[in-house]
């Protein structure tokens, strides 16, 4: 395992600096702090000691940050410049996805990689009902445990006006979910959607297929016969 991988002792924080000087891009914009073993405790000391200005993209996939680490995370200045934030593959709940969906920090985001966590239907709708989201241009929640009521609540957002590609691949969306994304009235700039491998109900599988709206679609796929 590389030095700079291993987890550090919170007292030296000199660790922070290394792992900035390594990972940062050349042109400021991007920092790179994915699979390097930050797990809550370390998250609440990059939260408190980085505050980057110029990085538009953030990745901290692949880690074990879970609810409590994120929560800090989204109160910090090392949110608010971000356009891109990718936490794909950390141990985040319903508590992590309702702290990035009341942040006041990233109001610029435009791309949130979530798939692989542990989201259920009250995170999903948290970030549905986002006042400071609405710059959001992909969500990505695919490999989750969402249901019927988080796809509800995502299909009729009254905030996610500039969402154009949806992701709910491998959740656990039935019919009401299904028929609700049939139609999603509340993303008017949707051009993608992606949503296999869900629960198998023949009734919601016609409805996707049949519907006009998700046929408008640059690109969706599902489980529908006519998609494999």
Not at 8 to 16: A, R
Request: glycine fraction near 6%; hydrophobic fraction near 40%.
């Amino acid at each position: 395992m590389p030095t700079e991988a291993r987890k550090p002792k919170i007292e030296d924080l000199s660790y922070v600096r290394k792992w900035i000087k390594r990972c940062l891009s050349k042109d400021g914009k991007t920092l790179d702090f994915s699979s390097r073993g930050i797990d809550n405790q370390v998250a609440m000391e990059l939260a408190e000691n980085v505050a980057l200005p110029d990085i538009e993209i953030l990745y901290l996939h692949t880690n074990k940050i879970k609810d409590m680490g994120l929560e800090e995370l989204a109160q910090s200045e090392l949110f608010s410049p971000l356009h891109e934030l990718w936490l794909y593959e950390n141990l985040i709940r319903d508590d992590g996805a309702r702290a990035l969906a009341e942040s006041e920090q990233l109001r610029k985001l435009r791309y949130l990689s979530l798939y692989t966590n542990r989201i259920a239907d009250d995170g999903a709708v948290a970030l549905a009902e986002s006042e400071t989201l609405y710059n959001l241009e992909t969500l990505d929640l695919s490999f989750n445990r969402v249901g019927d009521r988080g796809a509800r609540a995502l299909a009729n957002s009254k905030n996610l006006k500039k969402l154009k590609t949806l992701h709910l691949d491998a959740n656990r969306i039935g019919y009401e979910g299904m028929k609700a994304l049939a139609e999603a009235p509340g993303l008017p700039a949707l051009h993608e959607l992606n949503m296999q491998y869900n629960l198998i109900d023949p009734r919601g599988l016609e409805l996707l297929q049949e519907s006009d709206r998700l046929k408008g679609l640059q690109m969706f796929k599902s489980d529908c016969p006519a998609d494999n």
